[in-house]
């Protein structure tokens, strides 16, 4: 063999090595972008930390988004910052396990909501996540609804999947039991958001202090549009068991694919089931 054609050769193994790798490396520069924030400014959940880690995990050992955890807002802003940090740009969806009034100041607030309503982003929003921002009422109608209690505290959940066709509850059996801390809210409403999971009020103790809904009408978890951008919102994750449990795992991988735009899912607000 002459070392033209040697060379030749190892020109070409070259050429087809970089081709192959090429796409592998555009596939990890083109993993999604999320921003977990775990400021607490209200109740401090045991859970939150162990809960991000749990979402953060979940991107790694998919491979579909990288986790930048925060305790602090700074980055929810459109304006530029400096020493490499991030702004709400880089971001393909932001999650929220928080509580009370954030440190957020007006700009960012409407930079956060036009990141999702004009930029079409996605947010999903944990357990606590409704006992935030009671001051303000864009939030609110961001979420779906508000924190009105947990009359039943920490318990057995009887649980129906009302939606079995959406990306995030679509493996899950009609019915499950899971140990947690369920809410119930107010300022919520059917006509504004699609319920995916609500408690078997067949199976609650109705007679606990602090039952404010009189319909018995418990939404657990729901998806909606807002403007062009998408919401998760589940009252799951107050216990640590909940982040264990690879059914919830799989509900935030789903749910967040969701609402990045990697899959689609019928968020279309609709009344209760009559079955």
Not at 84 to 90: F, H, I, P, R, S
């Amino acid at each position: 063999m002459t070392m033209k054609l040697v060379r030749i050769l190892l020109v070409s193994f070259l050429a087809l090595t970089t081709a192959v790798s090429l796409p592998a490396q555009r596939r990890q520069r083109e993993k999604k972008k999320l921003l977990a924030i775990g400021q607490a400014k209200g109740y401090q959940h045991d859970a939150t930390s162990y809960g991000l880690a749990t979402i953060w995990k979940i991107g790694q050992d998919s491979g579909v988004y990288d986790t930048y955890i925060r305790t602090d807002t700074e980055l929810l802003t459109k304006e530029k910052l400096g020493k490499n940090a991030k702004n709400l740009d880089y971001f393909d969806a932001v999650l929220f396990y928080t509580s009370g009034e954030l440190d957020m100041d007006e700009q960012q607030k409407q930079d956060f909501l036009s990141f999702i309503r004009d930029d079409g982003k996605g947010f999903i929003a944990v357990h606590s996540a409704a006992d935030t921002f009671y001051q303000w009422p864009e939030y609110g109608e961001l979420v779906g609804g508000y924190f009105d209690g947990h009359p039943w505290q920490r318990f057995d959940a009887p649980i129906i999947v009302e939606d079995r066709e959406f990306p995030a509850t679509k493996h899950f059996p009609k019915r499950f039991v899971i140990f947690d801390e369920i809410y119930q809210f107010k300022n919520f409403s059917r006509d504004k958001v699609r319920v995916l999971m609500r408690l078997d009020e067949t199976k609650l103790d109705m007679t606990k202090k602090g039952i404010h809904r009189t319909d018995g009408d418990f939404a657990v978890t729901w998806v909606h549009r807002y403007g062009k951008g998408r919401v998760f919102y589940t009252s799951f994750g107050h216990t640590q068991s909940a982040w264990d449990r690879p059914d919830i795992q799989k509900m935030f991988l789903e749910a967040i694919k969701w609402c990045m735009g990697l899959t689609e899912g019928d968020a279309t607000p609709r009344p209760r089931p009559t079955q």
